[in-house]
């Protein structure tokens, strides 16, 4: 089994910046990828960011002002947030896959005030 805990999530104005984190514990040994995805009210849910080993992928209306990275344990997932806009409102939710199973943070809400 693996826990995932996000924090960093809260109210920032337009412009403004957040890092996402997302604690991950458990049978942490043999996670292969680990995700990003946000869900807008009344919009399905969207992959934003992935990495795996070294590669790093974005959706295009974040190239640029996301970034997904984690520490080397891979112990914490982490997603900086810049140049945020009012279409980033959702709530984010951190993915992770251990082999074929899948297992999903409690998703913290950002919102961006214009």
């Known amino acids: 089994q693996v826990q995932l805990v996000e924090s960093g999530g809260g109210l920032v104005q337009t412009g403004g910046s957040l890092r996402l984190s997302c604690a991950v514990s458990?049978?942490?040994?043999?996670?292969?990828?680990m995700r990003w995805y946000r869900q807008a009210p009344g919009k399905q849910r969207e992959l934003v960011a992935h990495?795996?080993?070294?590669?790093?992928n974005y959706r295009d209306s974040v190239k640029g002002r996301f970034t997904i990275y984690r520490d080397n344990a891979n112990t914490t997932l982490y997603l900086l947030v810049n140049s945020l806009k009012p279409e980033d409102t959702a709530v984010y939710y951190c993915?992770?896959?251990?082999?074929?199973?899948?297992?999903w943070g409690q998703g913290p809400q950002v919102t961006v005030s214009s």
């Open positions: 993915y992770v896959m251990r082999g074929p199973q899948i297992y």
């Open positions: 458990g049978s942490i040994l043999g996670i292969n990828v």
């Open positions: 990495i795996s080993g070294e590669f790093t």
